[in-house]
């Protein structure tokens, strides 16, 4: 591949395991045989350290990126024990944050300061987009200005939503973002799919969500995974030692449920390329 196919990993609300797929479904497309590029995008940190990268002893991180301009390709690194490279975060994103929301130059006009903020990332990425096949961001659970950025240099959308009410309830205003989004700044971002997470099929109350999640979707005409994620606390266990889970647990459903998610975007991700080539 020439281009890279860069895919937002994206919910505001925490707890959903929108990190956790992210790490996963990164690792799985690499023992697909892609080069992945995961770009922490959480002033948490938390792929960061889940990948086996301590954060704190982190000298360039994706704050550097964004704030002071330091080439993405000197921060990136090597995920020890999974199929993909990192770029990382720690706390100094949220520095890094509101500079940017605040930093302007002499004549520049509004419109001028909305485009440096938002385009930092689209800009950060330029000379990576050539080296890796599939790159993809862990946003945190926020809509804020790393999301704009986030989405502005987006190819496609995914977004995982847990089996849960309130996981239901915030899907709206995700999707009220992606529509301004790919209204006036991205025409090009896409919707890959909404990704159900954490289910627990033993329940009712799961079995009711991942109905009603599907019917959001159908109305709304939005790619849904029926291959949905289940709870499993083999994703813990495997964080702990930062690994994926289909390295550490590699019989259990959890990581078949991924695999086979990850075989579906890798299909996609093919067929965008022949597209465009």
């Known amino acids: ?51 086996g990268i301590n954060t704190g002893d982190l000298e360039l991180q994706m704050g550097d990126v964004i704030l002071s301009g330091t080439p993405i390709e000197h921060i990136i690194r090597n995920a020890p024990h999974c199929k993909f490279d990192v770029a990382p975060a720690n706390i100094n994103l949220s520095v890094a944050e509101v500079a940017l929301i605040d930093h302007a130059e002499p004549g520049w006009t509004i419109e001028d300061q909305r485009k440096y903020r938002e385009s930092r990332l689209v800009e950060a990425l330029a000379n990576v987009r050539n080296a890796y096949d599939v790159i993809l961001i862990d946003n945190q659970p926020s809509l804020g200005i790393l999301a704009v950025n986030s989405m502005s240099v987006a190819d496609y959308i995914l977004i995982p939503v847990a089996t849960e009410f309130m996981s239901l309830m915030g899907l709206n205003n995700v999707l009220k973002l ?21 289910a627990d099929t033993r329940t009712n109350h799961t079995k009711d969500m991942l109905k009603e999640l599907y019917k959001i979707c159908r109305l709304r005409k939005i790619p849904f995974y029926k291959e949905f994620i289940p709870r499993s606390v083999r994703v813990q266990e495997a964080a702990i030692v930062g690994q994926s889970v289909l390295d550490y647990a590699p019989t259990s459903d959890v990581a078949r449920a991924y695999l086979n998610v990850a075989k579906l975007i890798h299909t996609e991700v093919m067929a965008r390329v022949a597209k465009t080539s």
């Open 178 to 198: 992606i529509e301004i989004m790919t209204t006036n700044r991205n025409a090009q971002a896409k919707i890959l799919g909404v990704l159900p997470t954490l």
């Open 1 to 51: 591949m020439s281009r890279s196919t860069i895919i937002s990993v994206i919910n505001a609300k925490g707890g959903i395991a929108k990190t956790t797929s992210t790490l996963n479904l990164a690792h799985a497309l690499g023992t697909l045989g892609m080069d992945v590029l995961v770009v922490d995008f959480d002033p948490q940190g938390g792929l960061t350290g889940s990948a």
